[in-house]
T-cell receptor, first 117, second 111 residues
Framework: EAGVVQSPRYKIIEKKQPVAFWCNPI?????LYWYLQNLGQGPELLIR????????DSQLPKDRFSAERLKGVDSTLKIQPAELGDSAVYLC???????????????FGPGTRLLVL | QKEVEQNSGPLSVPEGAIASLNCTYS??????FFWYRQYSGKSPELIMS????GDKEDGRFTAQLNKASQYVSLLIRDSQPSDSATYLC???????????FGRGTSLIVHP
């Protein structure tokens, strides 16, 4: 079974430029998560989707970040414009169902390493 | 603010010893608990999940949960150098269900 797929794996951009990350979850997984991970820290949730609905986006900086999961399968996270402080690893994860269901084990993709210069 | 606390370490143990990793959390309403291992430059991978008080064993790994003390731990028996990694504790809360990760504990197993 294929795991969570993310692309690109690495991205270097200049500040104020836009950037987009793509994630394809494990087949059949209804719940999709986007996390940000800084060096030496644990992943921090940006947004969680149940199918195509964003159900937790309180920690997404909506002035510059946006996300979509139009058909309830793959998802795109966008930053526009990027700032120096956005340099981090962006992780996508998926689970069969959401938290509290007993089928919430998350499986992570390889991540996208973003460097903003 | 719901918090998950872990000692960042590093925790250094000799090969063959038992490594004990600890995690505390701030909300008694927490429902599910997870331990992930993360090698440097890689993404987290699940080791174990635990939902009920007590111990849960899987091979060399044992997770221990004490909801009254708001404490979850991971024991690694017969530690191997390949176990050297950062171990992340994650908690799923009741209510808002926003999963929260600790900052991780770095484990070093030396030959």
């Amino acid at each position: 079974e294929a795991g969570v797929v993310q692309s690109p794996r690495y991205k270097i951009i200049e500040k104020k430029q836009p950037v987009a990350f793509w994630c394809n979850p494990i087949s059949g997984h209804n719940t999709l998560y986007w996390y940000l991970q800084n060096l030496g820290q644990g992943p921090e949730l940006l947004i969680r989707y149940e199918n195509e609905e964003a159900v937790d986006d309180s920690q997404l900086p909506k002035d510059r970040f946006s996300a979509e999961r139009l058909k309830g399968v793959d998802s795109t996270l966008k930053i526009q414009p990027a700032e120096l402080g956005d340099s981090a690893v962006y992780l996508c994860a998926s689970s069969l169902e959401g938290p509290g269901t007993g089928q919430e084990t998350q499986y992570f993709g390889p991540g996208t390493r973003l460097l903003v210069l | 603010q719901k918090e998950v606390e872990q000692n960042s370490g590093p925790l250094s143990v000799p090969e063959g010893a038992i490594a004990s990793l600890n995690c505390t959390y701030s909300d008694r309403g927490s429902q599910s608990f997870f331990w992930y291992r993360q090698y440097s430059g890689k993404s987290p991978e699940l080791i174990m999940s635990i939902y009920s008080n007590g111990d849960k064993e899987d091979g060399r790994f044992t997770a221990q949960l004490n909801k009254a003390s708001q404490y979850v731990s991971l024991l690694i028996r017969d530690s191997q150098p390949s176990d050297s990694a950062t171990y992340l504790c994650a908690v799923n809360w009741g209510g808002s269900y926003i999963p929260t990760f600790g900052r991780g504990t770095s484990l070093i197993v030396h030959p």
